[in-house]
């Protein structure tokens, strides 16, 4: 996790800090239709199949321990966004939750935490890339991943990759349960939130563009028109 966080953060500086006004633009236009098309058909032909077609033979007991399990693999990287942040006590919640959850909560079946007064700390990679002072680029649909911007997709890339060869020094089992658990089924979750639009009449891509537009705008703030250079104002 913490090679997600170091390798992102260091290519996304290297292609510099995008304007927040370019977030307002969507120049990918063309190509991020064509991907929301693609994960739609991903939604609905295979995602939503298997949530209804295998979900109900899933036991509660089996389904809710699974959801705790990957619930908290996630605390790692809760402890990170809160760091970035500057949550100091957000990040030791988070990690007093995975040392308690993974241990008395046997590897992280039973939130025992929660019990015990600790509650969970949720942050979101976007807005801990904001605070490090990265400005969020231009909107950006991927293959089965989903809304974006184009410094968060260097990010978090760079990242998983960064995550997976790290942890396949401990165990290749390990790293490919984080890859499969967290990040797949991460973004096959995120995914199905494009069957919640409303489809009566709107365009379900520019629906969704505009809401991932409003969550990064409640995170890093409004993006702002780019200011000239004092050279060019000069010349006006």
């Known amino acids: 996790m913490a090679a997600r966080l ?12 995008a304007p927040a006004a370019a977030f307002a633009a969507d120049p990918l236009e063309s190509f991020n239709r064509a991907m929301f098309a693609v994960n739609k058909g991903l939604v609905d032909w ?11 033979w899933v036991p509660a007991p089996v389904s809710a321990g699974l959801s705790n399990a990957y619930a908290n693999l996630t605390e790692i990287e809760m402890v990170l966004d809160n760091g970035l ?3 100091a006590g957000g990040a030791a919640a988070s990690a007093a939750r995975f040392g308690i959850n993974s241990t008395l909560g046997v590897g992280g079946l039973f939130d025992v935490a929660t019990r015990l007064g600790l509650e969970r ?5 976007g807005t801990s890339l904001c605070k490090t002072g990265l400005a969020p680029g231009s909107y950006l649909v991927l293959p089965f991943v989903g809304p974006t911007n184009t410094v968060a997709a260097v990010a978090l890339t760079a990242g998983i990759a960064a995550e997976v060869y790290a942890l396949s020094f401990i165990s290749t089992t390990l790293a490919a349960v984080d890859f499969v658990v967290i990040d797949l089924g991460g973004s096959a979750s995120a995914l199905r939130h494009a069957k919640a639009i409303p489809a009566a009449g709107e365009d379900l891509y520019a629906v969704q563009r505009d809401e991932y537009r409003q969550y990064i705008e409640k995170g890093c703030g409004p993006a702002r028109p780019a200011q000239a250079h004092p050279a060019i104002k000069a010349e006006l």
Not at 10 to 16: I, Y
């Open 121 to 125: 700390r949720e942050e979101n990679f």
């Open 85 to 87: 942040q500057g949550k």
């Open 46 to 56: 295979v995602i939503d199949s298997a949530v209804v077609h295998i979900g109900p």
């Open 6 to 17: 170091a390798v992102g953060l260091v290519m996304a500086l290297a292609m510099g800090c």
